[in-house]
């Protein structure tokens, strides 16, 4: 099943993961701090997790981000073929641009609607580092106490897991960003 902008919906996902653990609903919402209700919404694709919500629930299932962002893909990936993903957020269409198999180094591309961003719950990632680029328009990035305004050309680099919220501050314009998260063994 996947959204209208083709990115996998994950409520699917996230439900099987819950019931292979014989985790009921219950215990999920309060592993992840969300409400029962919302978690039922969420699984049926009925209502989307935030960025911070969907680290939240995945940590409570123990289950990496990334699993749920897999769709078949080869080593070369073109620009018509690049992958649509869903790893939460508002107003923000996002494509994951290396191949689903490395586990080492993800690229994904986030483009943002005027206000859109990773939500209201802040999160970290568990990786080696991360790194961001904007392509155009500009991320107004909050890692831990530090707030930059990226600008397009501007990059930075930063702990991943270092909790992180961001957003799009223009009112008009779109942003497009890629963000580099390697993994070193």
Known sequence: MTAENGAPKVGDRLRQARREQGMTLA???ERSGLTKGFLSQVERDLASLSVGSLVRV??????PVHDLLEIDQGA?????????INFGGENL???RLTPT???????????????????SD?????????FVHVLEGRLLLEVTDERYVLSAGDSLTFEPRAERRWHNPS???PAC???????VP
């Open 101 to 119: 198999g490395d586990k080492r180094l993800l690229v994904i591309q986030s483009v943002i609607a005027p206000g859109g961003g990773s939500g």
């Open 177 to 183: 960003v890629l963000w580099v998260l390697v993994q």
């Open 122 to 130: 802040p999160y970290g990632l568990d990786s080696s580092v991360e």
């Open 27 to 29: 215990e999920l919402a």
């Open 58 to 63: 995945c940590e409570a299932l123990d289950i």
């Open 76 to 84: 070369l990936v073109r620009w018509s073929d690049r992958a649509p």
């Open 93 to 95: 269409e996002e494509f």
């Open 171 to 173: 009112t008009v314009l």
